[in-house]
Every structure is written in structure tokens, then in C-alpha cells.
């Protein structure tokens, strides 16, 4: 257990809305990141932390935002929501030598 | 775009049997790691390999790196069905960032 959690673990939302996912670690552990998974794409990179305000773009980062205000928290903002972004997301942390996932948001938008 | 490719997507066998499953790219990478996830949860990382040509055997998995480090598979020996989940390649970019690269992924399913 790498003490990540997600939240929330399971959304249902509307085209246009806003949505914030969060992701809270335990670990004091500097980098984090956020992954979408889709079927047939394996997990990809939408957008990294490597420090406290300090993000940078993944290789899918457009529509989405990020904020790091704490270590421990690391927070993904889909601004207006499309149904393209259905999705499941994971938050992950850097170790020594790899990344740790957390559980994963299961993010549905209609 | 760096790119990874596993093989097959799908694969369905009995208990007892052998199975093995490919990742490739045209990229070199400084590391390649695998993942098992199964439904509802996060990947869970099962080795890192990051010389080439290294081989890292865990109890009746075992992992190779391909010599120009840009390949590598997986062999599972008499499968069980514990061994059911979804199997993912990870490419490492290395640096402070050591951003990866997935895979597909290949889906297997170990029949009793």
C-alpha cells in the first residue's frame, strides 16, 4: 500500500459541467501524476507534478487542469466536461525506481 | 510519439499451460516495468528491468529485456488461475520526470 487514495472513486456528470478529482498521498513523495485509461490506449499521461505549484503537460493534457498547493494533494480539474473525457483516471506517485497507482476514478459523462 | 506495442491483446487458456506476452517500440528506453491490474484497482508493478538482455525471473513469471532495449516479454509457466488480469508494459523515459510510457495492454484469462 503506497498511500494514495482517489476521490471520489465513482462520478456520473453532465457535458459542460465541472469536475475536480483529487488525489491525496501519504508518502511526502515529490513527483505525482495523472492518468486517463481508455480501452486499446493502456494508461496515458495527462498531466505531472514534480514539486508545490510546480506542473507541467502530459501527452493528453488538453481540457484538462491541475493544482498542487500541498505536497499531499494533487487535484485534477476538467473545466467543461465532454464525453470524450469518460474515462477511468489514476493518480500515481514516484518511488525509488517506479510509479505507485492509486485506486482509480471511474469518471462517466453523459 | 513513442510507442508500445504488446501482443496479443486477448489470451484465454487453460490452467497448466504456457503463455508468453510481447511488448515492442522503435524507441529505446531506460527501463521497461510491468504492471498487473485487475478490475477496480490501480496497476500494481511486478519487476523493472533496465539493462539489456537482463532476465529477471519471479517464481513462475519471467521478464527479458531485449538487448537495444527496446523490447521485452513475459513468460508465465504453468499459468493459474490467479494469474488472471490485465498485463501492462511500461517503458521508462528515465530523468528527474522518469515519465512512462504504457503499453496496451494484453488481457488474460486463465481458465480452471
Known amino acids: 500500500d503506497a498511500g494514495i487514495t482517489q476521490s471520489p472513486r465513482h462520478k456520473v456528470t453532465e457535458t459542460g459541467t465541472p469536475v475536480t478529482l483529487r488525489c491525496h498521498q501519504t508518502e511526502n513523495h515529490r513527483y505525482m501524476y495523472w492518468y486517463r485509461q481508455d480501452p486499446g490506449h493502456g494508461l496515458r499521461l495527462i498531466h505531472y507534478s514534480y514539486g508545490v505549484k510546480d506542473t507541467d503537460k502530459g501527452e493528453v493534457s488538453d481540457g484538462y487542469s491541475v493544482s498542487r498547493s500541498k505536497t499531499e494533494d494533487f487535484l485534477l480539474t476538467l473545466e467543461s466536461a465532454t464525453s470524450s473525457q469518460t474515462s477511468v483516471y489514476f493518480c500515481a506517485i514516484r518511488g525509488s525506481d517506479t510509479q505507485y497507482f492509486g485506486p482509480g476514478t471511474r469518471l462517466t459523462v453523459l | 510519439t513513442q510507442l508500445l506495442e504488446q501482443s496479443p491483446q486477448f489470451l484465454s487458456i487453460q490452467e497448466g499451460e504456457n503463455l508468453t506476452v510481447y511488448c515492442n517500440s522503435s524507441s529505446v528506453f531506460s527501463s521497461l516495468q510491468w504492471y498487473r491490474q485487475e478490475p477496480g484497482e490501480g496497476p500494481v508493478l511486478l519487476v523493472t528491468?533496465?539493462?539489456?538482455?537482463e532476465v529477471k525471473k519471479l517464481k513462475r513469471l519471467t521478464f527479458q529485456f531485449g538487448d537495444a532495449r527496446k523490447d521485452s516479454s513475459l513468460h508465465i509457466t504453468a499459468a493459474q488461475p490467479g494469474d488472471t488480469g490485465l498485463y501492462l508494459c511500461a517503458g521508462g523515459l528515465g530523468g528527474a520526470t522518469n515519465k512512462l510510457i504504457f503499453g496496451t495492454g494484453t488481457l488474460l484469462a486463465v481458465q480452471p
Open positions: 528491468v533496465v539493462t539489456g538482455g
